[in-house]
């Protein structure tokens, strides 16, 4: 493989049983555009399905069967470890237990997703073994590339109502980035909408939802995201392994 790379960045995709088909739709269409693009990697960062239902999963797992390059899942709030590890028996770099937290090391720019979800909760949690994780991850190898991967944005979105249930335990995880300076980007999901933002030295590029969008809500009092026009989306991420990176918005 040559020094170049592209990893699309799909999230968000929230499937569901029973809405004929049209998550899927979207997902199976990102996936056509990630192939047109000749993704080299492609990265589901959480909330793969909407409501942790079995009979998603085996939605997903229909339109991600035939995938236009390597494909990997990470959870979000809306997802079930069991559920994911019971669907996915194949997905053979899911740890058998505990958070669903990998490496992907075959490829020029290294991967590492972090599990960052409390079951039964809608906000992010680290805690300090999953710090310890990431440092130890990061520390094996730290003159490649690296992007990490996780659910719930590390940074304050000035979102009132997604700040409540982003990564609560940010500041942690930043610390952590601080330390290993070839991660080149953070990446994540969650908040269904494109945005930017930082973790110590690294962007944080935010993928938008495949399936709906959020519009902000910034004002005190305001209790429901309003809705919005914006386009649903992925994320093209291109680099190389001298470092060099871009993340493109690709509408759906
Ligand atoms: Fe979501």
Known sequence: MSGTFRLAQISDTHIRADDNGAAAAQLRRALMQARDYRADVILLTGDLVNDERADEYTVLAAAIADPPAPLYL???????????????????????????SFVIEEFPIRIVAIDDIVPGQTHGFLRREGADWLDEVLSAAPTKPTIVALHHPPFLTHDLLFDKIGLLDAG??????????QVVRVICGHHHRYAVGQSAHAPVIVAPSTSWTYGLAMDQGQEIAPKTTEQPGWVLHAGSTTGDFASHFMGL
């Open 74 to 100: 990470m959870p979000g709030n809306h997802d079930n470890r069991a559920g994911i590890r019971t669907a996915f028996p194949r997905h053979a770099y899911l740890p058998r237990n505990g958070p669903l």
């Open 172 to 181: 942690l995880f930043n610390s952590v980035i601080a330390r290993h300076r």
